[in-house]
């Protein structure tokens, strides 16, 4: 850390320390989070911040998620992560995206080459984050990587290429997969081949595995109990907590909202099931293998969540 950076940080620190915060409440988030920061503030430390990450698929609900984190006191969020994603090379306009121009450039830049364009730029975002006293939030977009087009497994996810570089905490996020995958059906999402449940819930397994030493919370927990299970990311992510949550996330905007919007936070009722997909469903081993291991009830006419959960 420069010595400019030192006396930013602990210049920011003095003037909220400074307010007479044993007069607050310590559930008030601000003098909660004041606290973390003294605690954590070293200036001879050259360590890296710490990042948060937040791994799920498309229409999981996860656009929900991230706008609750995102009013959580003190958070930056970025939506919708993934540097080597193969699906932002279809867009010709990205005038802010040097990466994304770097790839679609007169002479492509290899994947280790946009690799250190990301590493270079998050640097200077994680840092002035938390000369901020703000915690960085990557909501990574997951569908790049298992579920767009043919798998890479050579190809390594956000988390492998953050966890040579900084100390991470992260969280695994789903839903039934059989509602995901209704409605990736429905905005014409299933960009893979064969374009079954099969096929998907073959890749939904994969990113389990790939993440499978992380805490998992499913979507239809969160939308039966949003302050208890809200309260458990913040734990994961030893993020402050803001009680208000359920009444500021409506205001946010990010990428990928294109589920079905409301401003209370609610199970909603299943999509109708196409003959297609309920003919795929007769022989689908794999799918009720992933529903039986995230404690889903693969039978489309049963409650979506098994009595006992078996994850």
Request: charged residues 25%; hydrophobic residues 40%.
């Amino acid at each position: 850390m420069s010595g400019g950076d030192e006396q930013t940080l602990r210049a920011r620190l003095e003037r909220l320390l400074a307010a007479d915060l044993t007069k607050v409440s310590e559930s008030e988030p601000l003098s909660v989070r004041a606290r973390q920061l003294a605690k954590q503030y070293d200036p001879t430390s050259s360590m890296q911040p710490v990042l948060r990450t937040v791994h799920h698929f498309a229409c999981t609900g996860g656009t929900l998620l991230g706008k609750c984190i995102a009013v959580m006191p003190c958070v930056r969020l970025l939506s919708e992560v993934d540097p080597l994603s193969t699906m932002t090379r279809l867009r010709a306009f990205a005038p802010m995206d040097l990466a994304g121009l770097a790839a679609m450039s007169s002479r492509p830049l290899d994947d280790a080459g946009l690799v250190r364009i990301f590493l270079a730029g998050l640097d200077v975002l994680a840092r002035d984050s938390r000369l901020e006293g703000r915690d960085l939030v990557l909501r990574d977009h997951s569908h790049s990587h298992f579920c767009f087009g043919d798998m890479r497994f050579d190809r390594p996810s956000l988390r492998d290429i953050l966890t040579p570089h900084y100390p991470l905490l992260s969280l695994l996020w789903v839903r039934h997969p059989l509602d995901s995958f209704l409605s990736l059906v429905r905005q014409n999402w299933v960009r893979f081949e064969p374009a079954t449940i099969e096929e998907y819930a073959g890749r939904y397994n994969m990113f389990l595995d790939h993440y499978a030493e992380l805490d998992v919370l499913r979507y239809e927990d969160f939308v039966t109990a949003p302050e208890s299970s809200m309260q458990r990311v913040c734990s994961i992510l030893q993020l402050a907590y803001n009680p208000d949550f359920q009444a500021l996330f409506p205001a946010r905007s990010l990428s990928g909202d294109s589920g079905r919007s409301g401003s209370v936070i609610s199970l909603r009722p299943r999509r109708d099931i196409p003959d297609g997909v309920r003919n795929m469903l007769a022989d689908a081993p794999a799918y009720r293998r992933l529903c039986l291991r995230l404690g889903y009830a693969p039978d489309v006419d049963s409650p979506p969540i098994l009595e006992q959960d078996s994850r």
